[in-house]
C-alpha cells in the first residue's frame, strides 16, 4: 500500500472496499485503511476510515469488533464535534441503533450495560432533535430477547406512534421487523401483510428482502401457503447465499428444509457454508444456526441415516447422529449464556422449541435436486401395493389372503399382483390347491413383466392340474406375448398358435367360457400389435419392396384379429368385466393401427371410445396409456382444449396407481399442454411435480434434467428470474446432448442469461451466453449465434468489461452482416461506437467510423415492403439520434468555446435528421421524435440560440396538444411536457399556446 495515499485516493479505496464480498478479507483491509487515515493528520480522514470500519464489521461474521471502533468515534465526538462533517454526524448517531443490536447479540455484555445503553441512545437522540422511533423500536427488541412481552407491546405501540425521521430505519427493514414482531406474537398472516411491499420489491434495501424472505418461511408453512414458502426459499437463498453476515437468515433456510421434507437440500446448504459451525463473531445467529443444525439432523437420523456422513465443523469426519449432539450441545449452553445475562429462560425456551419442531408437510419438491449429499431414506407418502399387502400378511391369516387376492384380481385391480405375492409369501412352504398356487403362479409371472415366460409356462401346467383347460391356455398365451415383449416377436407367433386354436375348439364345445377365450384373443392380437410396431420402426430406416409387404402383411392380420377379439367380447361386455376391458382393448388397438395408417382423426374417435369404455367399467387405471396417447394426438390435430382434457384425465386416472415415472410422464405432458397455451402458472405446477416425481423414480438425471429444463423455462416467463435461475441452475449439470439435445442446452443457457441478466449478475449472464453461443456456431442456421453473442456483449457491457464486449459485439456483428440482418448489424456496430468513445486519445475518431458505418448500413439495405421500410427508417432515426447523443458526451469540462460549438452543431445536424426521421414514423415515433426534439432544444441553448431552443419546446408541445385525456395515463407524455415547459423557463420565453 503506498505511504503517500492522500485523502481522495483514501476515500476511493474505501468505496472500492466496500463493494468487496463481505468477510475477513474485507475487514483487514478496512483496518489497513484506518491506519493509513491515521497518517494523514486529518481528523476527519479517520472518522470516515473508522465509520467505514464499522460498516463492514457489522456485515460481517465479525460484529464483536464493532463496539472498539464506536467508542473511539463517540469520544472524538464527544471531544471535537466540530471536526464531524454533516454525513458523519448523521452516520455517528444512525450506528447508535446498531451497537444496541450488537449488544444484544453479545452474551458476555450484561443486561445492566445494556439498558444503559439504551438510556444513552434516547438522550443523545433528543439532544440531536431526532424522533424516538428508533429508540423505541430498540427498546422493542431488548424486550422481545428477554422475553418481557409486556414492555415489548409498549415500545412497539411507542415505535409505530412515533415520527419517521431521518434516524429511523429505513422503509423495508421497519417493515420486517414489525412484521417480525407479529409473527412472534403468532400473527402469522399479518407479519405477512406487513411484509408483503418488501417481498414484493416496493421497498428494498442492502439487507431486504433477503431477511423478509428467509422469515416468512415459516409463516408460510404454518399457514399452508405452500407456493409462495417454495417460492420464497428459492428467491431468498440466492440472496443471502453470497452474503457472509446473514447466517441467521441463512439458518431460516436450512430450517424450511428441514420441515419440508427436504433434508437433502439442507445437508447442501451446510456443505456451502462450513465456517458458520464455528464464526464466534456474533453468538446469537450461531445460536440459530446451531439450533437448526440440531433440527436438521435429528430428521435424518429419523429417516434411517443417522450413520451417514454429513458436513459439519472442520476437524474431523461427522455423522448425522454425531452432529445432532454436538449441534444441540453448542445451541444449549450459548441459550444458558444468554439466559444467564439476562436472567431469564426465555432464549433456551425459545431454541428448544425450534430444535423439536415437527415437519410442518411431508414433502414440498423445490424443482431442484440436492446431489452433493446422499439424500435420506423416506418413506413414500402413499405406501406402494407391496407394502400394503406386506403390512396385511403380518395380521391376516391366509384365508383371508387368498379372498382379497381373488377379489383384486377379479376387479382387474392394478394391486391384485402384490396381493398374490402377499399370499405367497404367507404361504410359505404350506401346500396350496392347485388353482390357488396356479393363479398365485401366474401373478407372479405377470408381476415380472418379459422375463416372465418359464412362470407363465408353469401356471399353465397348474392351471390344467387343476382342471381349467381354458385358463392354461390363457396362461400360455401371456407367457407367448412377454417373448413378443423381450424382441422375439416371430418365437412368440408360433407360440401362440396352438392355444389359439385350442381355446377356439374349446369355446365351441363348451369346454371354456368367453372369459379364457378372450384372453387368448387378446394375448395373441397383442404379439401381431407389436409385430406391426417393429415394422413401424424399421420403416422410419426405409423399407425395400419386400419389406413393405410384409409390413403390409403385419398390419392386416394384426387388424384381423383384433376384429376377431372385438367380435368375440363385444356380446358379453355387460356381465363381464374382464371381458369388458377386452372389448375396449380392442377398440384401442384399432385405433392404434389408424393412427399407424395416417388417419389421426380415426385413431383419436377410436382411442377415445377406449378410454370411456375403461372408465365406464370401472377401470380407469387402463384408460391412462390412451388418454396419454390421446394428448399427443389432439395436440398434433391442434385441438388444445382436447389435449387439455386428455391430459388431466390420465393424470386423474393413474394418480393413485402409477409408478413414480409414469406420474412424472404425465405431469410434464400437461406442463407441456398447458405451457403451449400460454398457462405458465398451472404447467410451472405441472413441470414441478414431474420433477419430483422423476426424481423419486430414480430418473432424475434424464427426465428430471428435461422437467427442470422445461419448469424453468415456465418461471422465465413468467418473470420469476430468481425462482428460474435456481431450477435452472440445477438442470445444467444432468443436461446433456446425447440425451435432451443440444437444443435443449442452448436453451437452458439462454434463460439462465435472461435471468441472470434481471437479477443484475452481468458476467455470469454473459458466460452462459457465451457457452450457448459456442454450441450455436456450428448450427446451420447462424441467427441464435448471432443473438447470443449480442446478448453476450450487452452482459460483458454491463459487467464494466469493455474490451470483451468489444470483442463479442465485433462478432456478432460479423454473424449479422452474413445473415443480411441490417438490424442487428447497427446495432452492434452502435454498441461498439459508445464503447470505443470511453477510450482516451482516438476513441472518439473510432467512435465516428463505426456511427457513420451503422448509418450507412441502414441508407444501403432495401425494404422488402413498407413494414421493413418503416423498420428501417426507425432504426435510422435512432442511429442518428445516437450519433448526436455520442458526440455531444464527447465535450470534455476544459474544451475552447470554439470547439464545444463546433462539436454541438455536428451533434444537432443528427438529431434534426433524427427527428425528421422520427416524424416519418407518424403516432409510432411520437415519442422518439420529441425526445429528439428536446435533445436538439437544449444544444440550441448551450449554443445561445433561446429561439430556436424555445421553437423546438413549442413542437413539443403541440405534438402532444391531443393527448390531454392521457396525460394523467401516460408518464411519457406527461415527461416530455414538463421538459419542454422547464426548457422555455429556461430560455426566458413565456409559455404559449402553439
Known amino acids: 500500500m503506498s505511504a503517500t495515499m492522500d485523502f481522495e485516493a483514501l476515500r476511493r479505496a474505501m468505496a472500492e472496499n466496500y463493494e468487496q464480498p463481505e468477510g475477513p478479507a474485507r475487514n483487514a483491509r478496512a483496518e489497513q485503511l484506518l491506519s493509513e487515515a491515521e497518517k494523514l493528520n486529518i481528523p476527519l480522514a479517520v472518522i470516515e476510515a473508522l465509520g467505514h470500519q464499522l460498516k463492514v464489521y457489522n456485515y460481517s461474521s465479525e460484529k464483536d469488533k464493532m463496539f472498539v471502533p464506536f467508542a473511539r468515534l463517540l469520544r472524538m465526538w464527544d471531544e471535537r464535534p466540530e471536526d464531524f462533517d454533516e454525513y458523519e454526524v448523521h452516520s455517528l448517531h444512525w450506528v447508535f441503533k446498531w451497537m444496541s443490536a450488537g449488544m444484544l447479540s453479545q452474551p458476555h455484555i450484561p443486561l445492566g450495560s445494556i439498558e444503559k445503553w439504551l438510556g444513552e441512545m434516547e438522550h443523545r437522540y433528543r439532544l440531536a432533535g431526532h424522533s424516538e422511533r428508533a429508540v423505541r423500536s430498540a ?121 419440508t421434507g427436504n433434508e437433502a437440500r439442507g445437508l447442501e446448504l451446510l456443505a456451502e457454508r462450513p465456517a458458520y459451525f464455528t464464526d464466534s463473531g456474533e453468538p446469537r445467529s450461531k445460536l440459530d444456526f446451531m439450533s437448526v443444525v440440531a433440527l436438521l439432523m435429528d430428521r435424518v437420523t429419523e429417516l434411517g441415516r443417522g450413520d451417514q456422513p454429513v458436513p459439519g465443523p472442520a476437524g474431523r469426519t461427522w455423522t448425522a447422529r454425531e452432529l445432532a449432539a454436538h449441534a444441540r450441545g453448542e445451541a444449549l449452553s450459548l441459550a444458558a449464556r444468554f439466559d444467564e445475562r439476562n436472567g431469564t429462560p426465555y432464549v433456551g425456551t425459545l431454541a428448544r422449541e425450534r430444535m423439536s419442531r415437527q415437519p410442518l408437510v411431508d414433502r414440498l419438491p423445490l424443482g431442484i435436486r440436492a446431489r452433493t449429499v446422499t439424500a435420506p431414506v423416506r418413506p413414500t407418502s402413499a405406501p406402494s401395493a407391496t407394502d400394503a399387502a406386506a403390512a396385511a400378511s403380518s395380521e391376516a391369516d391366509l384365508s383371508a389372503l387368498l379372498a382379497e387376492a381373488r377379489r383384486l384380481s377379479a376387479s382387474l385391480h392394478p394391486q391384485s399382483v402384490a396381493a398374490w405375492d402377499a399370499v405367497a409369501e404367507a404361504a410359505g412352504d404350506e401346500e396350496l390347491a392347485p388353482r390357488d398356487r396356479a393363479e398365485m403362479t401366474d401373478h407372479q409371472a405377470m408381476g415380472l413383466g418379459p422375463e416372465g415366460a418359464e412362470l407363465f409356462a408353469r401356471a399353465a401346467e397348474l392351471y390344467s392340474e387343476a382342471g381349467d383347460p381354458g385358463e392354461a391356455l390363457a396362461a400360455r398365451a401371456r407367457g407367448a406375448y412377454v417373448l413378443a415383449l423381450s424382441g422375439r416377436t416371430e418365437e412368440a407367433r408360433a407360440a401362440v398358435s396352438e392355444p389359439y386354436e385350442r381355446v377356439l375348439a374349446l369355446l365351441a364345445d363348451g369346454g371354456t367360457g368367453v372369459q379364457q377365450a378372450a384372453s387368448v384373443l387378446v394375448g395373441r392380437a397383442r404379439i401381431l400389435m407389436q409385430r406391426v410396431q417393429e415394422a413401424a420402426e424399421e420403416g422410419e430406416n426405409g423399407l425395400s419392396g419386400d419389406e413393405g409387404a410384409e409390413a403390409d402383411e403385419a398390419f392386416a392380420a394384426a387388424e384381423s384379429a383384433v376384429r376377431e377379439l372385438l367380435a368375440l367380447a363385444e356380446t358379453h361386455t355387460v356381465d363381464d368385466l374382464l371381458v369388458a376391458s377386452r372389448a375396449a382393448e380392442a377398440h384401442a388397438m384399432l385405433g392404434e393401427l389408424a393412427a399407424h395408417a395416417g388417419d389421426v382423426e380415426r385413431a383419436t374417435e377410436l382411442l377415445t371410445r377406449a378410454s370411456e369404455a375403461f372408465v365406464a367399467a370401472g377401470l380407469p387405471w387402463f384408460a391412462v396409456e390412451y388418454e396419454a396417447r390421446l394428448t399427443g394426438m389432439a395436440r398434433h390435430l391442434g385441438d388444445a382444449e382436447a389435449a387439455e382434457r386428455a391430459a388431466r384425465a390420465a393424470l386423474e386416472h393413474g394418480g393413485p396407481y402409477l409408478e413414480a415415472t ?205 413494414a421493413a421500410r418503416d423498420r428501417l427508417a426507425a432504426e435510422l432515426a435512432d442511429t442518428h439520434r445516437q450519433f448526436g447523443d455520442l458526440i455531444a458526451r464527447s465535450v470534455t469540462g476544459d474544451a475552447e468555446d470554439e470547439l464545444i460549438n463546433a462539436v454541438f ?48 419546446a413549442r413542437v413539443v408541445l403541440a405534438a402532444y396538444k391531443e393527448s390531454d385525456a392521457t396525460a394523467d395515463a401516460d408518464e411519457t407524455v406527461a415527461s416530455r411536457r414538463a421538459e419542454a415547459e422547464h426548457l422555455l423557463r429556461m430560455t426566458g420565453t413565456e409559455t404559449q399556446e402553439p
Not at 171 to 198: F, I, K, S, T, Y
Not at 237 to 251: N, T
Not at 756 to 764: K, N, P, V
Not at 914 to 925: D, K, N, P, R, V
Open 662 to 866: 409414469g406420474n412424472a410422464q404425465l405431469h410434464l405432458q400437461l406442463a407441456e399442454v398447458l405451457g403451449a397455451t400460454g398457462r405458465f402458472g398451472p404447467a410451472a405446477e405441472h413441470a414441478l411435480q414431474a420433477a419430483h416425481w422423476a426424481d423419486e423414480g430414480g430418473e432424475g438425471a434424464t427426465l428430471g434434467a428435461w422437467a427442470r429444463h422445461q419448469l424453468g423455462g415456465f418461471l422465465v416467463r413468467q418473470g420469476r428470474w430468481a425462482e428460474a435461475a435456481e431450477v435452472l441452475e440445477s438442470a445444467l449439470p444432468e443436461l446433456a446432448a446425447e440425451t435432451h439435445g443440444e437444443g435443449a442446452l442452448v436453451q437452458t443457457r439462454w434463460w439462465l442469461g435472461d435471468c441472470l441478466s434481471e437479477l443484475s449478475e452481468h458476467r455470469e449472464a454473459a458466460e452462459h451466453w457465451l457457452q450457448a453461443a459456442e454450441i450455436a456456431r456450428h448450427w446451420p442456421e447462424q441467427r441464435d449465434h448471432a443473438m447470443l453473442a449480442h446478448l453476450a456483449a450487452e452482459a460483458l457491457g454491463n459487467a464494466g468489461l469493455p474490451d470483451q464486449a468489444e470483442r463479442a459485439y465485433e462478432r456478432a456483428g460479423d454473424l449479422w452482416r452474413s445473415l443480411g440482418n441490417v438490424h442487428g448489424l447497427v446495432r452492434s456496430l452502435r454498441a461498439r461506437a459508445w464503447i470505443a468513445a470511453r477510450e482516451e486519445g482516438s476513441g472518439l475518431d473510432a467512435a465516428r467510423e463505426l456511427m457513420t458505418e451503422a448509418v450507412q448500413g441502414c441508407e444501403a439495405a432495401v425494404p422488402e415492403d413498407d
Open 139 to 259: 427498546e422493542c427488541s431488548v424486550a422481545t430477547h428477554v422475553g418481557d412481552m409486556a414492555r415489548a407491546e409498549r415500545a412497539y405501540a411507542a415505535w409505530l406512534a412515533a415520527d419517521r425521521d431521518s434516524m429511523a430505519d429505513c422503509h423495508a427493514c421497519e417493515l420486517h421487523g414489525q412484521g417480525w414482531w407479529q409473527a412472534q406474537r403468532g400473527e402469522d398472516a399479518r407479519a405477512l401483510e406487513l411484509w408483503w411491499p418488501v417481498l414484493e420489491g416496493e421497498y428494498t434495501c442492502a439487507h431486504e428482502p433477503h431477511t423478509a424472505l428467509a422469515s416468512s418461511l415459516l409463516p408460510l408453512l404454518r399457514l399452508g401457503r405452500l407456493d409462495e414458502a417454495r417460492a420464497h426459499h428459492l428467491r431468498g437463498f440466492r440472496l443471502v447465499r453470497p452474503m457472509e453476515s446473514m447466517r441467521s437468515a441463512y439458518a431460516d433456510h436450512v430450517e424450511f428444509c428441514a420441515l
Open 905 to 952: 452543431e455536428e451533434s444537432l445536424a443528427h438529431l434534426t435528421r433524427a427527428i425528421t426521421g422520427f416524424a416519418s414514423l407518424g403516432e409510432a415515433g411520437l415519442h422518439s421524435r420529441t425526445g429528439a426534439e428536446l435533445a436538439a432544444g437544449w444544444l440550441e441553448a448551450d449554443l445561445e440560440r433561446p429561439e430556436a431552443a424555445a421553437a423546438r
